[in-house]
């Protein structure tokens, strides 16, 4: 997700991509689309690869699917070498750790996992929000604080992104969307997320 220039978080392009194919050959057998966000969006369109110092990939889905396909998909990833990577959620003022597969329900959650690099799949809901309208909103457990969100407009449609032979699906429009989460996204950014990110999220939990 971030674009933070410590050279010790390094992700390499070959594994990255190899790992990202093969969820996208999952969700696409589930027929659930995949929007390929954040770091990886920013890294393809502004150097057309992943950004080295990154890691991890973030991964958006909207579409609205039952409770049995997101537990399908999560063990689907998990039999195919997708180790879930161990997390806590701030639940009602606790810490609760994630499960392996889909953590979530039959609206919002997330699957955090690794094979040869870490990726984090957002399962987004769309809610109202006073400030900002529209969002979408990934909420990981039940009574879990909200932990990421985004304006719903930029995945009304998305726009198809050609990245090493393979048709992705990015945010749309993607360079307003890459204004709005990293500002001057044409630099490289001094930590974890340009402050439009963070005055964004800050607004958001205010409101909770």
């Known amino acids: 997700m971030q674009d933070n220039m410590n ?5 390499n392009s070959k594994d990255a991509f190899l790992d990202l194919c ?6 696409d057998l589930f027929g659930v689309r995949l929007f390929i966000t954040y770091g990886a969006c ?5 150097q057309k690869d992943f950004i080295p110092y990154d890691d991890d990939i973030d991964l958006v889905v909207t579409d609205k699917i039952d409770y049995k396909t997101r537990k399908e998909i999560g063990w689907k990833l998990l039999n195919l070498g997708f180790e879930p990577q161990p997390i806590a959620f701030n639940v009602c003022g606790r810490l609760e750790p994630s499960e392996p597969g889909y953590n979530g329900d039959n609206e919002t959650g997330i699957i955090v996992c690794h094979k040869r690099i870490n990726i ?6 769309e809610e109202d929000c006073p400030q900002h309208g529209k969002e979408m909103v990934c909420i990981p457990k039940y009574g879990s604080m909200k932990l990421i969100c985004s ?3 930029f995945y009304e449609k998305g726009e198809l992104f050609k990245f090493k032979g393979v048709k992705f699906l990015v945010p749309s429009p993607v ?17 974890k997320h340009a402050m439009q990110y963070i005055e964004y999220h800050d607004t958001i939990n205010k409101t909770l």
Request: net charge positive; aromatic share 22%; glycine share 8%.
């Open 7 to 11: 050279e010790e978080s390094t992700i």
């Open 22 to 27: 093969e969820v996208k050959k999952v969700f």
């Open 42 to 46: 920013l890294g393809w369109v502004r």
């Open 120 to 125: 984090t799949i957002f399962f987004f809901k």
């Open 151 to 153: 304006p719903s407009k």
């Open 175 to 191: 360079k307003e969307y890459l204004k709005f989460t990293y500002g001057d996204w044409k630099k490289k950014i001094k930590g």
